[in-house]
């Protein structure tokens, strides 16, 4: 079960506080799209949940486990970045097994799994090539792919569509929309464009300078915005 808790949590830089007592609760297999302003906090939420960035206060808990000194590797989560962060002395086949590698996965495991993610992404034919031969699209599907093979049960995505161009973005929307729905897992996916998040998100978390503004469905945001922060922000045009 993967529904995660975030009680009261908080982020300082020495005495900048930078996330502010979040309460949000997820439920299992729920997709959450966090969306604000540049600065707002979005990724340090995100790499929090992650284990990626020390806890200043308050309580991540997944499941019923509490997380917050759980080490990163340990956590039955990936992520997937803006910039792909692929390995690019690798092939693409390496990038999506070093993961396994790392765990000491057996090698017909390691394959099997990279092979049918490939397939779900429509990469197989690539599985050689070194990054920098593909495209910005392929890559953000290497990077799917290689949070993919792992199964975990919370995938956190920031920002993964920004670098694409607006018709592939479209494309790739549909195809994470799809993912999500086959993989079953607990999607938390970072973004600026409002049609992302509201074709995308079962809830829309709206932040603003380290608060949450509001949560609801994509139509009650747009219907009932509890301010005009939340309404500037889901009326505003791209
Ligand atoms: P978002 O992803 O919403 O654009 P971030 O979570 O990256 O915002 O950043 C939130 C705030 O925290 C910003 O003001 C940013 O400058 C600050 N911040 C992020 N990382 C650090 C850091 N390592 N040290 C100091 N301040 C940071
Ligand atoms: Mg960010």
Redesign the pocket.
């Known amino acids: 079960m993967a529904s995660i808790s975030l009680k009261k949590l908080n982020?300082t830089?020495?005495a900048?506080k930078?996330?502010h007592d979040i309460d949000l609760e997820i439920a299992d297999k729920e997709f959450i799209v966090?969306v604000?302003?540049?600065?707002?906090?979005?990724?340090?939420?995100?790499?929090m949940i992650a284990g990626l960035?020390e806890i200043s206060g308050g309580e991540l808990i997944i499941g019923s486990d509490l997380m917050n000194d759980v080490p990163s590797k340990d956590r039955d989560i990936a992520m997937v970045f803006q910039n792909y962060a692929l390995y690019p002395h690798m092939t693409v086949y390496r990038n999506m097994a070093f993961g396994l590698e790392l765990r000491k996965a057996p090698r017909d495991v390691i394959e099997r799994q990279v092979e049918e993610a490939a397939k779900i992404l429509d990469i197989s034919h690539l599985l050689n090539r070194k990054p920098k031969a593909l495209s910005g699209g392929q890559r953000q599907r290497v990077a799917l792919g290689r949070a993919m093979v792992r199964n975990p049960a919370v995938f956190l995505l920031?920002?993964p569509l920004s670098n694409l161009d607006a018709k592939l973005r479209g494309t790739m929307r549909a195809e994470i929309t799809k993912l999500h729905k086959r993989l079953d897992a607990t999607f938390i996916y970072?973004t600026?464009d409002q049609v992302e998040a509201m074709t995308m998100a079962d809830r829309i978390v709206v932040?603003k300078d380290?608060h949450i503004q509001q949560v609801d469905t994509p139509q009650n945001l747009y219907d009932r915005p509890v301010n005009m922060f939340v309404a500037g922000f889901i009326g505003a045009p791209q």
């Not at 540049?38 to 995100?46: A, E, I, P």
Request: net charge neutral; glycine share 20%; hydrophobic share 25%.
């Open positions: 982020k830089y020495g900048l930078v996330v966090l604000g302003p540049s600065g707002c906090g979005k990724s340090t939420t995100l790499r960035e920031d920002e970072v600026h932040m380290g």
